[in-house]
Structures are given as structure tokens and as C-alpha cells.
């Protein structure tokens, strides 16, 4: 359910009548217009504000006031270019108002334009050291630049000089329960609570902290305070909706999606609650329906048309109608992408909508891809599975015999193997989200996005997504179920997001020991932004893993390995062979231990096709110890094709819950 703007007023609001003497400012059309205006934003009707102001500012453009409370209300309708235009008129209006130079800085922070903001701060801070706004103002940016420690320190230091300050009180609870510092947290919003007893704000932000913490119970109390003392308070109506899907009463959940859906028929948000408190029910056939409506009403909102194609999937036969109309919808962005040269997202709208109807013609067009990009192999198995459909025509034949006798020559015909049969994934690997971790926009967000991503790992060569459930209860059930299937690793996926921006975050751990091996950071926003993000989160997590092949083939001092370009191997490379089952998955971290001992030769790969390749074996040692079914490894990290590891940036959902609370 979408967020509702909430109250804020800058003190200069109130003195800004004091500062501005100006002739005028005094003209009874204008004054009356900006007094009405003002009402409005006391009320939060940044609508009819706006419509006020503009009006004022229509009979007196050189209403400094108007133009300054102007830019107020378009910043809180997140019109953020608009409100710096009217911020500058302001500015202009009034020289050295340091209220107004805050209220650019907060406007260039939610550009992204932090030069300008650190600017403007350094400015304001400069003359008053002390400026409670300007500190808030430097928090936020160290927020956004991704460093909520330094966030943690200001706010400290203010909150020293500021001791009763609600905002911030509470904007140091957040950062602090953002960070996982739940307990501290706690004593700040407590403190909170104490001296701003019927403030409805204060308990919103306690019943957000309490379910990040788990505590849901309490939150759940404390969002109803909310309501008691604000109601028809949207954000907290929208957590306690949430709040009751997450502590199981889907019933409940349902009906308060209802309520919102008849306020505001558009709200998706409700939808996509209402359709996920159905499906828990486990009323998929209703559930269908109602995320199709919700699609139907945004088709942008990519959580709804995951969750509607999972369910869709995993509820319909092949056969089912549903499923070619919800595909084509992919493979006619697959269409667009393919027309401005973006294969890569091309590639994965056709293996999305092909998930959803394998049978689609357009399966021809996706081979075409793997043929452009160089796949030749790839695009005749493709075309021989249209054909085993009962799907080839005469083109489709046509082209299976041209590129049968193109790969006449190929490597894996000369070595008697089919690459379809030798293919073999080498890790095992475990995607999890926790019910733990929940965003405030979206429920069961995290298990989406490790849907996504899941989905996406299918598609690595050499990486087996293992069908385990997506959420579990706790990270001790998801190392439970990792180790008794002999994972490799597992990843914990969670989200955080707001209503245009979007961070995933993954942590790798070892299956064998649930160790910590890494963790990976994807930040996107815009369009497709889940799509996006999880791709990153793949893209690095591929990087990071050390090759592993297997010898297929050994004859004559030369050997037929399992991996070939499609996986990165180049002629010229030499590869380390380590005796068969004498491989283990470090303890800690990513990567592979073995023993000096255990290394039998080197394999110098001199021919790489699209599946396999060959090349030249030496031995270690007198004795000849390699035999196929030996691991081939890569002897250093290959720096050239490895993508670095996003760092971590700012938690898009903090940033939106202190832009509320301004």
C-alpha cells in the first residue's frame, strides 16, 4: 500500500513571515492564498497546497514565502527538480535563510547530486556548527553515500545537544536497527515514547523497528497505537496489514487489502498483499486472479507478475491458455530488447516467458540468440527439442541439417561424446530468504528476489540451484537443510526498497560448516530494478567461484574436458589436474583445498569448442596417476574475467522511512 506523505513543516515555515518584510508579500490576494496554502500542508493535503501556493504565486511572483513552502510541497510529492526550482527562487528571495540552504541540501540528496548537497552543508555548518537541520542533513548523506556508521555518530553527538528531539531519537533508532543493533535501537525509540507519549509517529516508527527485530507481537500493538492516535494513518496502516500476513493471520491481512483497495482502487500494493494472503490460504485459483488484476492495473510492478508467474508455473498444466498469454508478454520485450542490441536482457525475457510456455514458437527465437551470440551447438539442441515438440517446419529442418553438417567437424563428435550427456554442474548451491527479514513496500519480498535469482543460476553451466524451499524460518534450518543435502554453499537473499529504489543483498555461506564465504551487493533503480539487481547479485557470485571441470576423455597424452568457451576456457590456458574425489570446499570463505600430493599433471588446453575442449596432458612425477573423472581447476584466478564485488550502498528502505519522518 502506498506510502501517504507525511507532516513536514520546516520551522521556517512559521518564522519565514518575521524574516520576509518585502511590500509584497503583504498583497491581500497573495496573502490569503499562501495562508490557505499553509493549511493545507498543516493538514498533509499537498494537493490542494500546491494548488494554493501556485495561485499566490501567480499574483506576487516575489512571494518569497509561497515560493519557499513550494518547494516543501514538491518535495513531499517527490517531485524533487521541481521543488529545487522553487527552493532557488526562494534562496534568491532571501539571502542567507540557512532554513531554505537545508532544504536544498535535503532536495540535491534525493537527486543523487551529493557534491552539490555536501556543498551546501558545508556551508550552512560553517557558520552555525550546531545546525540541527544541517546535521540531519549530513546524516542523510552519509546514508546515501552508504556509510550509516558516520550516520550513527552525528546523530549521537546531536542527540547529546538535543536530548528531547523526537526526529532525532528516532532517526537514530533506525540507522541503528538498519545496522542490526536491535537492542540499542530500542532504548533510543523507548526514550522516544516516554517524552512523546501520544505522538502517533513515534509509535509507527517503534512498530516498524519491533517487526524488524522479529517482535511482532508488539509491533503489531504499537502500529495499532498508531491508528488510534492518527487514524486513517496510511503507512501504519500499511504495516499493520503486513505485520498481520507475517504473523500468520492471512485472513486478516486479506480483509485490511480489502479496505485499502476500496479507498483507492489502484493501490497495488494491496493487491499484490491480498494475492499473497491468498496464496498462503493456499486459494491459488483466486490468488491467480487477483494478481492478474493487479498486473492488469501495473504491469511494471515486478514482485506482482513474479509471484503471479511462480504460481501460474507451479498451479496450471502446460496446457493451460494462461500460460502463452502471460509469456508473450515476455517474449515481446525480448523482441524490444533484441531491436536496440541488448541481447543479454533479451536473452532473459525468453527464458522467462519459456518457463511459462515451453511449447511457444518463440523458443525459435531464442535459439537465434544463442546463434548470434555464438552458440551454434546450443542452437541446433534447441532447434532438436522444437523438432521432438512436433513444432519444426520446413525452415526449422531445414536449418537442423545445415548446422548438423556445419558441426560435422566439431570437437565433441571427433571424441564420440554428446555434450548433452557429459554436461555437469560442479557446485551445488542453495538459495534461501529468511521470514525474518521483511520489507516494509513488498511481503515476502526476499523469497522473490531469491526466486529470481535461483531462476537466473539455472541458467550458469556449471552451477546446480538445488530445489530446496525458498523460506525458511532461520538461518540454523536453512544450514540444516544446505548440509543434510550436501550443498556446497548456500545464499541468504534479503531486500530492502522503497518506492523507486531497490538493494539485494547476499551471504554465502559454506554448506559443510555454515561458515561465513562472502557477500554480494546489487543496488538498482528505475525499471526492472528486481530484475536487475538479482542479475548482480549472480553476475558476482559467478565471478567469485573458481573454475571446476572434469576430465572426460584421456588417450595419448591428450584429454577431452567437460567445459569449453560457452564457460570462459581459451586455448593456451593450463589447468591444474587434481586426482578424482580429493577436491574439498574450504571451510571458510569461497574456494577449493587439496594437497600438493593430489595435483597428477597439467592439462594445456590447446582446441576449445562451444561445450568442450582438448589439449595436451603432462604428467607429475614418474608414475602416470590422471584418468578421466579427475577435476580439472584452474591454477590462479582469472583476473580478466572476474567483475568486482558491488559495495555495500545505501539501504533504500532507511532512506525513504527518514525522509517520512522529516
Not at 576449445?608 to 584418468?627: H, K, M, P, Q
Amino acid at each position: 500500500m502506498k506510502r501517504m506523505p507525511m507532516l513536514v513543516v520546516f520551522v521556517f515555515l512559521a518564522e519565514l513571515p518575521l524574516l520576509f518584510a518585502q511590500t509584497g508579500s503583504q498583497m491581500p490576494g497573495a496573502a490569503v492564498h499562501y495562508e490557505t496554502g499553509r493549511r493545507s500542508m498543516i493538514q498533509e493535503d499537498w494537493y490542494a497546497a500546491t494548488e494554493s501556493l501556485l495561485e499566490c504565486l501567480r499574483l506576487n511572483p516575489a512571494h518569497a514565502e509561497g515560493s519557499a513552502a513550494l518547494a516543501e510541497c514538491y518535495y513531499e510529492l517527490g517531485e524533487f527538480d521541481q521543488a529545487l526550482i522553487w527552493v532557488r527562487k526562494a534562496r534568491s528571495l532571501s539571502r542567507g535563510n540557512l532554513n531554505l540552504a537545508n532544504l536544498e541540501a535535503f532536495i540535491f540528496i534525493a537527486l543523487g547530486r551529493l557534491g552539490e548537497a555536501s556543498t551546501v552543508i558545508t556551508e550552512v555548518l560553517a557558520k552555525e556548527p550546531y545546525n540541527k537541520e544541517a546535521l540531519f542533513a549530513a546524516s542523510e548523506m552519509d546514508i546515501a553515500q552508504g556509510h550509516p556508521g558516520d550516520a550513527v555518530t552525528r546523530y549521537r553527538e546531536a542527540v547529546r545537544r538535543y536530548p528531547d528531539d523526537r526526529r532525532l531519537l528516532i532517526s537514530l533508532a533506525l540507522v541503528l536497527g538498519s545496522l542490526g543493533e536491535t537492542e540499542t535501537a530500542r532504548t533510543y525509540i523507548d526514550r522516544a515514547l516516554i517524552q512523546h507519549p501520544e505522538d502517533y509517529r513515534v509509535y509507527y516508527y517503534a512498530a516498524y523497528l519491533d517487526a524488524k527485530a522479529g517482535r511482532l507481537e508488539s509491533a503489531i500493538q504499537y502500529a495499532q497505537s498508531a491508528l488510534v492516535y492518527r487514524p486513517g494513518y496510511g503507512p501504519a496502516f500499511s504495516l499493520l496489514a503486513s505485520l498481520q500476513y507475517r504473523s500468520g493471520q492471512y485472513e486478516e491481512a486479506s480483509r485490511m487489502a480489502d479496505e485499502a483497495i476500496s479507498l483507492n482502487r489502484n493501490d497495488i500494493s494491496a493487491w499484490y498483499l491480498k494475492g499473497m494472503s491468498y496464496i498462503r490460504m493456499g486459494r491459488n485459483t483466486e490468488a491467480i486472479m487477483i494478481l492478474s488484476m493487479a498486473s492488469t492495473l501495473d504491469p511494471t510492478d515486478e514482485f506482482v507478475r513474479a509471484a503471479l508467474e511462480e504460481r501460474i508455473i507451479s498451479e496450471t498444466p502446460l496446457e493451460d491458455s494462461r500460460r502463452s498469454s502471460w509469456a508473450l508478454w515476455h517474449f515481446n520485450r525480448g523482441r524490444d530488447f533484441r531491436s536496440r542490441n541488448l541481447i543479454d536482457q533479451a536473452i532473459f525475457e525468453y527464458r522467462r516467458g519459456l518457463r511459462l510456455n515451453p511449447y511457444a514458437l518463440e523458443r525459435k527465437e531464442y535459439a537465434d540468440l544463442l546463434r548470434v551470440q555464438g552458440y551454434p551447438a546450443r542452437y541446433l539442441e534447441e532447434l532438436r527439442f522444437m523438432q521432438n515438440l512436433g513444432l519444426g517446419d520446413r525452415t526449422l529442418n531445414d536449418a537442423v541439417e545445415a548446422y548438423d553438417a556445419l558441426l560435422d567437424e566439431a570437437i565433441y563428435r571427433r571424441w564420440s561424446v554428446n555434450p548433452v550427456d557429459v554436461a555437469k554442474e560442479h557446485w551445488k548451491v542453495a538459495v534461501f530468504s529468511l521470514a525474518s527479514q521483511a520489507s516494509s513496500y513488498h511481503v515476502d519480498a526476499g523469497a522473490t528476489a531469491a526466486s529470481y535469482i535461483k531462476d537466473l543460476l539455472t541458467h550458469e553451466r556449471n552451477i546446480e540451484p538445488m530445489g530446496l524451499d525458498l523460506p525458511q524460518p532461520s538461518f540454523s534450518q536453512s544450514f540444516r537443510l544446505a548440509r543434510e543435502n550436501q550443498a556446497d554453499y548456500f545464499l541468504i537473499i534479503s531486500v530492502t526498497e522503497n518506492e523507486r529504489d531497490m538493494a539485494i543483498k547476499g551471504e554465502l555461506f559454506v554448506g559443510r560448516t555454515g561458515s561465513p564465504a562472502g557477500e554480494f551487493y546489487a543496488y538498482r533503480t528505475g525499471a526492472d530494478r528486481l530484475r536487475n539487481a538479482s542479475r548482480g547479485i549472480v553476475d558476482q557470485f559467478v565471478a567469485q567461484l573458481p573454475f571446476q571441470g572434469e576430465l572426460l576423455v584421456y588417450k595419448q597424452a591428450q584429454g577431452l574436458i567437460d567445459k569449453g568457451r560457452a564457460d570462459g576456457v581459451k586455448a593456451g590456458t593450463v589447468y591444474e589436474v587434481v586426482k578424482k574425489g580429493q577436491l574439498l570446499i574450504r571451510s571458510e570463505g569461497i574456494g577449493l583445498s587439496y594437497s600438493a600430493e593430489d595435483v597428477v599433471g597439467t592439462l594445456l588446453i590447446e582446441t576449445a569448442d562451444e561445450e568442450v575442449a582438448s589439449g595436451s596432458l603432462t604428467r607429475n612425477g614418474f608414475f602416470d596417476r590422471i584418468a578421466p573423472g579427475d577435476a580439472i581447476i584452474l591454477q590462479a584466478p582469472s583476473q580478466e574475467n572476474t567483475k568486482p564485488v558491488e559495495p555495500p550502498l545505501a539501504d533504500p528502505e532507511l532512506r525513504a522511512l527518514l525522509w517520512t519522518l522529516r
